[in-house]
């Protein structure tokens, strides 16, 4: 039996791509620091996925799966040398501590003669492959970094499941269930891949990939986001309770649309397919059986107001393909809000103006940066989310209509 390397046992590696793995007849490698899950994967070999929805779930047993305690150095890189696939889906602030076991493994794969190998990475991180060939590569030898080029392939991947939070509900007596949503496909970057490509069910391989990561970070998550941090505003718990507002439904989607509408002409993308994919997340915000909620989505806003992440750069990519992202900015308004109140900053227009500065690196003279301070006044205003939805339709009508 095939053997992969799964680097992350949480929700994405155990309730995504260590289960496509699996159901692809592969023997899986879970390499994780939390013990407990370790111990409990050598015991049973087993877990179970439920895919949940409002209508119900079905369940499926995910087997031939193990644990390697990633804090044994020995047993991850001798693992990594002798396996067939491996991916990551530990965390983008993660990533620097298990590249030290990936590149003695490799370093012992190279010793050995071994055949190529594509290391999937599933990190929320646009231009991952490069960034992480550089972590490795810091730990190589200029000669073994060349052998890297021609035998490892670092492949980018879109995570499109959702994985909230399990509770202890979710888990229902199996610290190791894990709950999901039905969705699964894998999209892939073909171009990187070395040898082969693995047959593995719902692999998704596309050339260029580049439109799928910005999809996936200035569509789904941008959307997702925007959601979150409006449900915030009106004080709701989950993501499935903002979404059923009428005013955040619409406010999301159409910020959906402005970057849909970019990447479209960015990339010569049928927009029609892109919109029906915004409808597809719009149903799947829904869920209640995920119960993800508005602080998880909307969380380590340092990271997503920066210049190239979902609010922040599907704004510059608007702007870069002359659409106003007006939608956008309410989001990204949103987002400092509760940055500002997460770091005990008191609500203020300066506040703002250098708090979205110095994460984004948009000066206040920006279009965008002008857009983002007319909503935040609304905000603090305490407008109702209606009142802002009407406003920002009303200023995309002018800007449309050409009256400035």
Known sequence: MKKAIMYGAGNIGRGFIGALFSESGYHVDFVDVAKPVIEALNKDHSYPVRHVSTSGFDEVLIDNVSGIDGTNSDLVSDAIAE???MATAVGVNILKFIVPNIA???????ARGAKPLNIIICENLMDANKIVE????DHLTEGEGKTMDRTIGLV?????????????????GNPLRVCVESYGFLPVDKGAMKGSIPKIKNLVPEEPFDFFIKR????????????AYLGDYLGLEYIYQAIDDENIKLIASNAMQES????????GKDLSGIIMHINDLIFRFSNKALMDTCKRVGNDQK???ASSDRMIGSSLLCQEMKIAPIFISVGTAAAVCRYLEENEIVQSMDACKKALEELSGLKPEDDTSKLVFEFYDMLIQKKTVKEIRKAAEEMRSRIVTGIV
């Open 83 to 85: 396996c067939d696939l």
């Open 104 to 110: 003695l493994g490799l370093r012992k794969r190279f």
């Open 134 to 137: 550089k972590m490795i590569k």
């Open 156 to 172: 980018e991947a879109s995570i499109g499941r959702m994985v909230p939070v399990q509770t202890p509900e979710m888990q229902d």
């Open 216 to 227: 996936k970070l200035y569509v789904h998550n941008m959307g997702h986001a925007t959601t």
């Open 260 to 267: 849909a509408i970019a990447l479209s002409r960015k990339y």
């Open 303 to 305: 990271r997503k107001l």
